[in-house]
């Protein structure tokens, strides 16, 4: 399909995801860390997140881990989405912290795969831990040609 590196594809994929995620992007969420089966996307809690307790609401924390987890299993250019998920709550996130949440390929067969993705602070502190089951549906995330374009470019600048 492509002379594309597994790690440029992943990336190629990153960027293509990341220009039609309007969610991600209004959450200040940036991708940091991109690899086959593998994410890393950070959040600022801001103002807006506090509830009533005065820590970040859990369901921006989900989907933090949930853009995370997307991510990671949208690496390999074959539309996948989540099937089903499960997050624990461990800590509280606070006005001001920057959340990284981390996402691991576990297992991938088929059309399925299993994907664990851990929220932590800026002080290395875990807030969340959440598993993702995902399914692969029809369709590519880039056309061939765009595949093409980016190997070209990737290869110019080196």
């Keep these: 399909m492509t002379d594309l590196t597994p790690q440029q594809l992943a990336e190629a994929c990153a960027e293509a995801m990341f220009a039609k995620d309007t969610a991600t ?6 991708v940091v860390a991109i690899a086959p089966g593998r994410a890393s996307i950070t959040m600022p809690v801001s103002k807006r997140m506090i509830q009533g307790h005065d820590s970040c609401h859990g369901g921006y924390i989900f989907t933090l881990a949930d853009s995370a987890f997307a991510f990671a299993c949208n690496t390999y250019n074959a539309v996948t989405v ?10 509280p996130a606070k006005l001001g912290d920057r959340l990284t949440a981390h996402a691991v390929e576990c297992s991938r067969s088929g059309r399925t795969g299993v994907y ?3 929220v932590e602070n800026q002080h290395g502190t875990t807030v969340a831990l959440f598993r993702g089951r995902s399914h692969q549906v ?10 093409e374009t980016k190997k070209q470019q990737t290869e110019s600048t080196q």
Excluded: F, H, N, S
């Excluded at 992007?25 to 940036?30: A, G, N, S, Y």
């Excluded at 029809?138 to 595949?147: A, D, F, K, N, V």
């Design 25 to 30: 992007q209004e959450l200040e969420m940036q």
């Design 138 to 147: 029809r369709g590519t995330l880039l056309p061939e040609t765009q595949t």
């Design 82 to 91: 989540g099937a089903g998920c499960t997050i624990d709550y461990l800590a």
């Design 116 to 118: 664990d993705v851990a």
